[in-house]
């Protein structure tokens, strides 16, 4: 596999330049077209929040992103630069994390190892060369501390953490190797509301931090606190793009759940004696 492809033309100058960009994307499978023209940016320092319903394109989406697909049409730009990844190893080594929804965790193994996860601290050469565990378990607590939480135990089972200090352990794990943009898939849609609030503030303190941020998800609620850019999909396409200040949650939950349909749906459960609020 060869490295990213590099452009022929010199990267944009500037800090207005966003870390990542793209413009137009396009990808098909076969004759069906999973993402069409699609177009977003994510800058340093900065939540870009993807939402959108089941089909609508997120998961295809994340995949071009992280590299496990490359876009059929469009373009896709680092810093300004064209690029085309290979493989999720190349994205990752341009700074690009990427968290599932199955985090990529072992439940059965420590704290620390499921942090290093075959990246571990060593010492010593040769034979000799052995990894380093006292240094591994400090990082794991200060890295972790840096996210607001207290790791007494390094070597407690992951398996026996709550679904949001998992979150927090996939989340430190990538911005401790250099990650310059963290893609999260739908983090927040296996959680209650007290966890969900806490992975919350992990990703307030990730954009803190000068890390840009794209928060894939199908919930407004969690998405408008935290973001600073909303990108609505629907099929493939974008519906919308805004700024914060140009779009409220209510008018964010009513996009989401469609406008007139959830009028008429709302209009329709009341004509039958249900007094039942659709909204999420």
């Known amino acids: 596999m060869t ?6 033309t010199a990267p944009a100058s500037g800090a207005d330049v966003p870390l990542l960009e793209i413009r137009a994307v396009s ?3 076969g004759s069906v077209t999973a993402i ?3 177009s977003a940016h994510v800058r340093a320092g900065c939540v870009t929040c993807v939402l959108g319903d089941n089909g609508a394109g997120k998961s295809t989406l994340i995949k071009i992103l992280s590299g496990v697909h490359q876009h059929d049409d469009g373009e896709f730009l680092m810093e300004g630069v064209p690029t085309r990844f290979g493989s999720p190893r190349e994205a990752k080594a341009q700074g690009i994390a990427t968290v599932f929804q199955d985090l990529a965790t ?6 620390w190892r499921n942090f290093f996860l075959g990246s571990e601290p060593t010492k010593g050469s040769g034979p000799l060369r052995r990894i380093d565990v006292p240094r591994a378990k400090r990082v794991v ?3 972790m501390a840096k996210m607001g939480i207290d790791v007494r135990d390094p070597e407690q089972p992951v398996g026996t953490l709550s679904g949001g200090e998992r979150q927090a352990i996939s989340i430190a794990r990538a911005l401790y190797f250099g990650a310059k943009v963290l893609i999260l898939d739908e983090p927040t849609s296996a959680l209650g509301v007290k966890q969900s609030g806490r992975v919350l503030r992990y990703i307030a303190n990730a954009r803190d931090r000068g890390i ?6 199908h919930n407004p609620h969690h998405a408008h606190p935290v973001g600073d850019r909303f990108v ?3 099929r493939g396409r974008v519906l919308g793009d805004w700024a914060k200040a140009e779009i409220s949650r209510e008018e964010l939950i009513k996009m989401m759940s469609g406008g007139a349909e959830l009028d008429m749906l709302e209009h329709e459960l009341r004509r039958g004696g249900f007094d039942v609020d ?3």
């Open 278 to 280: 659709p909204q999420p």
């Open 106 to 111: 072992v439940p059965l193994m420590s704290v």
């Open 212 to 217: 840009g941020v794209i928060f894939i998800t």
């Open 27 to 29: 990808k098909r499978f």
């Open 36 to 38: 069409r023209e699609v």
């Open 141 to 143: 607590r200060e890295e």
């Open 232 to 234: 609505v999909l629907n």
């Open 3 to 8: 490295d990213t492809i590099q452009p022929t």
